[in-house]
C-alpha cells in the first residue's frame, strides 16, 4: 500500500519543491510585465522553470508554446515526486494518467467539431504518449464519433462515451462528453483511494481529490442559475454529484436556491463565508479556487501522511501553472497588474 512510502523521503522532496513555487513577489513582478517573451525571460530566471526554458529563444516563443512548456514543469516534478511511491503502488500513476486521458480526448472531439481532427497529434505533449492506454494514432484519425468510440475500444472510456449516443448528424456535444469522462475519473480515483488507504491517509486523499469535484458543481449550479435559469432536474443532470468535505445540506440547499444571488448567499453563510462574503468575493471561479488552494495548503502543511503531502503539492503546482497562463495572456493583451490581479489564486488572506 502507499502507507508504505518512505515519509521522511517523499516529505522532505515535497517541502523542498513547494519552496521553490513561485511567491507573491514573483507574482507582482511578472503583472507588471507587458509582453510574453518578458514573462518568459522572468520565468526563465527561477528555479523550477529553468531547466525546461533554457533554450527558448524569448523573443520568438509565442504564448500556445509557452504555456506548454510550463505544463511539462509540472508532468516533470510528478515523475520526479512518483518514484518515491514505489513501482507496485499504481495511484499517482494512474490517477494522473486518467486526467492526461480524458484531457486528450476532449481535444480530440474539439478539434473534430471545429473540422482540424488531424491537429490532434501534434496537440499532444510527446513526452506524455507512454504513459497513456490509448492508441494516439487512432485519435489523430478519429474524424467523428464513431469512429473516436473505435479508437478507445480498448479502454475503460468507452463504456463512459458510448452509452451517450452523441454524433449522427451535428457536432458532439463536448461539455456532455466531458462531464461523463470527469464523473467517471471523481469515481474511479475515490474508488481507488477507498481500496489502497486507510485512516488518516485515506480521509484526507479523499478530501483533496472530491472537493474539486464539489467545487466545480458549485461553479456550474451558480452560473446556470445567474445566466441561463433552467429547471433543478434540469442542473441536476450536468453535475458530477461526487461526495466530499462540503456538507450535502449546503450541496441540496445550493441545487435549491432560486438565482445566482441565492447561491452566493447560502455560501456566504455557512463556514466558507470568507470566500463569498461582499467584500472578497470577485467570480465564482476565484472563490472556489481559493477553496481548492486553502485546503491542499492546509494538508501540505499540516499533514504527516506523504501521500497526502505529494497530492496536495500537485494542487498547488497546478493552481500555479494557472496562475502563470492567466498572467501570460494578460500580458499578450496589455492588461493592467489591477486586471491581472483578481484572476490569480493566491490564498486566502
Same mark, same amino acid.
Given at each position: 500500500?502507499?502507507? *508504505?512510502?518512505? *515519509?521522511?523521503?517523499?516529505?522532505?522532496?515535497?517541502?523542498?519543491?513547494?519552496?521553490?513555487?513561485? !511567491?507573491?513577489?514573483?507574482?507582482?513582478?511578472?503583472?507588471?510585465?507587458?509582453?510574453?517573451?518578458?514573462?518568459? #525571460?522572468?520565468?526563465?530566471?527561477?528555479?523550477?522553470?529553468?531547466?525546461?526554458?533554457?533554450?527558448?529563444?524569448?523573443?520568438?516563443?509565442?504564448?500556445?508554446?509557452?504555456?506548454?512548456?510550463?505544463?511539462?514543469?509540472?508532468?516533470?516534478?510528478?515523475?520526479?515526486?512518483?518514484?518515491?511511491?514505489?513501482?507496485?503502488? %499504481?495511484?499517482?500513476?494512474?490517477?494522473?494518467?486518467?486526467?492526461?486521458?480524458?484531457?486528450?480526448?476532449?481535444?480530440?472531439?474539439?478539434?473534430?467539431? $471545429?473540422?482540424?481532427?488531424?491537429?490532434?497529434?501534434?496537440?499532444?505533449?510527446?513526452?506524455?504518449?507512454?504513459?497513456? $492506454?490509448?492508441?494516439?494514432?487512432?485519435?489523430?484519425?478519429?474524424?467523428?464519433?464513431?469512429?473516436?468510440?473505435?479508437?478507445?475500444?480498448?479502454?475503460?472510456?468507452?463504456?463512459?462515451?458510448?452509452?451517450?449516443?452523441?454524433?449522427?448528424?451535428?457536432?458532439?456535444?463536448?461539455?456532455?462528453?466531458?462531464?461523463?469522462?470527469?464523473?467517471?475519473?471523481?469515481?474511479?480515483?475515490?474508488?481507488?483511494?477507498?481500496?489502497?488507504?486507510?485512516? $488518516?491517509?485515506?480521509?484526507?486523499?479523499?478530501?483533496?481529490?472530491?472537493?474539486?469535484?464539489?467545487?466545480?458543481?458549485?461553479?456550474?449550479?451558480?452560473?446556470?442559475? *445567474?445566466?441561463?435559469?433552467?429547471? %433543478?432536474?434540469?442542473?441536476?443532470?450536468?453535475?458530477?454529484?461526487?461526495?466530499?468535505?462540503?456538507?450535502? %445540506?449546503?450541496? %441540496? #440547499?445550493?441545487?435549491?436556491?432560486?438565482?445566482?444571488? !441565492?447561491?452566493?448567499?447560502?455560501?456566504?453563510?455557512?463556514?466558507?463565508?470568507?470566500?463569498?462574503?461582499?467584500?472578497?468575493?470577485?467570480?465564482?471561479?476565484?472563490?472556489?479556487?481559493?477553496?481548492?488552494?486553502?485546503?491542499?495548503?492546509?494538508?501540505?502543511?499540516? *499533514?504527516?501522511?506523504?501521500?497526502?503531502?505529494?497530492?496536495?503539492?500537485?494542487?498547488?503546482?497546478?493552481?500555479?501553472?494557472?496562475?502563470?497562463?492567466?498572467?501570460?495572456?494578460?500580458?499578450?493583451?496589455?492588461?493592467?497588474?489591477?486586471?491581472?490581479?483578481?484572476?490569480?489564486?493566491? !490564498? $486566502?488572506?
Amino acid at each position: 500500500m502507499l502507507e *508504505s512510502l518512505s *515519509s521522511k523521503a517523499i516529505l522532505t522532496k515535497v517541502k523542498a519543491m513547494t519552496g521553490r513555487m513561485l !511567491g507573491d513577489e514573483d507574482y507582482e513582478q511578472l503583472m507588471h510585465l507587458d509582453s510574453v517573451a518578458a514573462c518568459a #525571460a522572468y520565468l526563465k530566471g527561477q528555479p523550477e522553470y529553468a531547466k525546461v526554458l533554457r533554450d527558448v529563444q524569448e523573443t520568438q516563443i509565442h504564448r500556445g508554446a509557452l504555456e506548454a512548456l510550463l505544463q511539462k514543469t509540472l508532468f516533470d516534478q510528478f515523475i520526479r515526486l512518483e518514484r518515491y511511491a514505489g513501482r507496485s503502488n %499504481r495511484f499517482f500513476r494512474d490517477s494522473y494518467t486518467a486526467k492526461l486521458e480524458i484531457r486528450c480526448i476532449g481535444n480530440c472531439i474539439r478539434l473534430f467539431n $471545429s473540422g482540424s481532427p488531424n491537429a490532434f497529434l501534434q496537440s499532444v505533449p510527446g513526452y506524455i504518449v507512454p504513459y497513456l $492506454s490509448m492508441d494516439v494514432s487512432a485519435l489523430n484519425n478519429a474524424h467523428d464519433y464513431p469512429a473516436l468510440l473505435e479508437a478507445l475500444r480498448r479502454t475503460p472510456y468507452l463504456k463512459v462515451l458510448e452509452p451517450l449516443g452523441l454524433g449522427t448528424e451535428e457536432a458532439v456535444s463536448l461539455p456532455v462528453a466531458e462531464h461523463a469522462l470527469y464523473q467517471y475519473y471523481y469515481r474511479y480515483v475515490s474508488g481507488m483511494i477507498d481500496r489502497q488507504f486507510r485512516g $488518516s491517509t485515506r480521509r484526507e486523499l479523499q478530501n483533496i481529490f472530491t472537493a474539486q469535484a464539489q467545487l466545480q458543481d458549485i461553479q456550474a449550479v451558480f452560473r446556470l442559475k *445567474s445566466f441561463f435559469g433552467g429547471s %433543478r432536474e434540469e442542473i441536476e443532470r450536468i453535475l458530477l454529484n461526487i461526495p466530499g468535505p462540503l456538507p450535502r %445540506r449546503l450541496m %441540496r #440547499a445550493i441545487l435549491d436556491a432560486p438565482d445566482g444571488d !441565492g447561491v452566493l448567499a447560502l455560501l456566504a453563510g455557512s463556514r466558507y463565508r470568507k470566500y463569498f462574503d461582499g467584500g472578497r468575493f470577485v467570480y465564482i471561479e476565484n472563490s472556489t479556487g481559493l477553496i481548492r488552494h486553502d485546503l491542499a495548503k492546509r494538508y501540505l502543511t499540516f *499533514s504527516q501522511n506523504p501521500a497526502a503531502a505529494f497530492a496536495a503539492f500537485l494542487v498547488l503546482r497546478e493552481i500555479e501553472i494557472e496562475n502563470l497562463m492567466a498572467i501570460i495572456e494578460g500580458a499578450r493583451y496589455r492588461l493592467g497588474a489591477s486586471e491581472i490581479r483578481p484572476l490569480l489564486i493566491r !490564498g $486566502s488572506a
